[in-house]
């Protein structure tokens, strides 16, 4: 059920679109991210326990 855009319908659809996209683009960015965060704050706790 989509309302009646008229001739902006190009320009509505268009911009939701670059907008989920960028969207999805920033939860990725996050997430790899976080798991390379993870992965290095691990190494350096497991160096941390060697050293001690």
Known sequence: MMPDLGKYADAVLSAYGVSILLLVG??????????????????????GRSDG
Do not use: Y
């Not at 997430?31 to 497991?46: K, S």
């Open 26 to 47: 920033i939860v990725v960015l996050t997430l790899i991210r976080g798991r390379r965060i993870r992965a290095e704050m691990n190494a350096v706790d497991r160096k």
